[in-house]
């Protein structure tokens, strides 16, 4: 069926660390984002991008529509970017209704 | 936090009571979406209107009803409460291809 796959469902790093984050997904997709939760719940939009890469700061994002994959780079890690980060699809045919990966969990230490 | 409100933030009520939500958003945008999150399964959508009157269901959308009498404001009812229902309640709205999030409401079901 139609799926979203996070990777590492974990992951701990010291601060100043780099990291990559996967998401894998089944099918063509119209739309592709990433979000950060931080450790109090809020949710907050990092990036749109259903194909090729964008930077914001210290984050990068890459998506690879043909083969089925999104990647978020996070350099030199702070403590502040501890929290879930979640691959959200619309697949094309789903009208406009975003499918959430299960999230990276990642805490960054001091 | 593109203007969205959602009341009240945390509620704690008995199995079989009804149960409304609310998501109040001051800029007009057409699209709203309820969503649930639960250890385990991400964010799951339950129901998400495209226009005043205009809903439609999500993944998840046993035990629940949704109403948009106004552009500005998206209800969520539990007709009849279960502990199954005990969760963190998302409301969101869609601008510009991105999907942005309130604070949530923290619901939980005795």
């Known amino acids: 069926g139609i799926q979203v796959e996070q990777s590492p469902p974990d992951l701990i790093l010291q601060e100043g660390a780099n990291s990559t984050l996967r998401c894998n997904f089944s099918d063509s997709v119209n739309n592709l984002q990433w979000f950060h939760q931080n450790p109090w719940g809020q949710l907050i939009n990092l990036f749109y991008?259903?194909?090729g890469t964008k930077q914001n700061g210290r984050l990068s994002a890459t998506t690879v529509a043909t083969e089925r994959y999104s990647l978020l780079y996070i350099s030199s890690s702070q403590t502040t970017d501890s929290g879930v980060y979640f691959c959200a699809v619309e697949f094309v045919g789903s009208n406009y209704k975003l499918t959430f990966g299960k999230g990276t969990l990642l805490t960054v230490n001091p | 936090d593109a203007g969205i409100t959602q009341s009240p933030r945390h509620k704690v009520t008995e199995t079989g009571t009804p149960v409304t939500l609310r998501c109040h958003q001051t800029e007009n945008h057409r699209y709203m979406y309820w969503y649930r999150q639960d250890p385990g399964h991400g964010l799951r959508l339950i129901h998400y209107?495209?226009?005043?009157?205009?809903?439609d269901k999500g993944e998840v959308s046993d035990g629940y009803s949704v109403s948009r009498s106004k552009t500005e404001d998206f209800l969520l009812t539990l007709e009849s409460a279960t502990s199954s229902q005990t969760s963190v309640y998302f409301c969101a709205i869609s601008e510009k291809e991105k999907l942005f999030f309130g604070s949530g409401t923290q619901l939980s079901v005795l």
């Open positions: 991008i259903p194909s």
């Open positions: 209107s495209y226009g005043v009157k205009d809903t």
